[in-house]
């Protein structure tokens, strides 16, 4: 007997012999008391909201229909930011370094020092003697 029911008492059900067996089959197959395993079916059914009545592949049906309805809300976000955020994001630092390297173009590079700048060594001379 389970724990959980072991201060209540026991009601019958009427119900047909054949039946009987093959829930007993089905009960010691499933695992745990008669009782337990009506209970759990019981759950199961309210929690899905089916019935034994209704039909398993209909009802998958209308949840594939629910689900690919929210994947492609979500595709739409997705292509949403790709247009409003990810493009021009992209665009700018394209024109950025498209810029950077015409601007590298332009300018020859030079190999000594800047003519007018102080050298590294002046630098830190006159910072030596301000401290």
């Known amino acids: ?14 119900i047909k012999r054949s039946v009987a067996r ?3 089959k089905f ?4 695992g745990g008391s ?9 759950t199961f059914f309210e ?4 019935s034994p009545d209704d039909e398993l592949p209909n009802h998958l049906i209308q949840t594939e229909k629910k689900l690919l309805q929210r994947i492609n809300a ?40 800047i003519p007018g700048e102080p050298s590294l060594e002046e630098e830190l001379r006159k910072l030596e003697k301000m401290l």
């Open 1 to 14: 007997m389970d724990r959980e029911y072991k201060n209540e008492g026991f009601a019958t059900l009427k």
């Open 22 to 24: 093959k829930y007993r």
């Open 27 to 30: 009960s010691n197959r499933i």
């Open 34 to 42: 008669n009782s337990s395993v009506l209970d759990r079916m019981i």
């Open 47 to 50: 929690r899905h909201k089916i």
């Open 74 to 113: 979500v595709i739409g976000i997705i292509k949403d930011i790709e247009k409003k955020q990810t493009l021009p994001t992209i665009g700018i630092l394209q024109a950025l370094f498209e810029a950077e390297l015409q601007g590298d173009k332009n300018t020859k590079k030079q190999k000594g020092p």
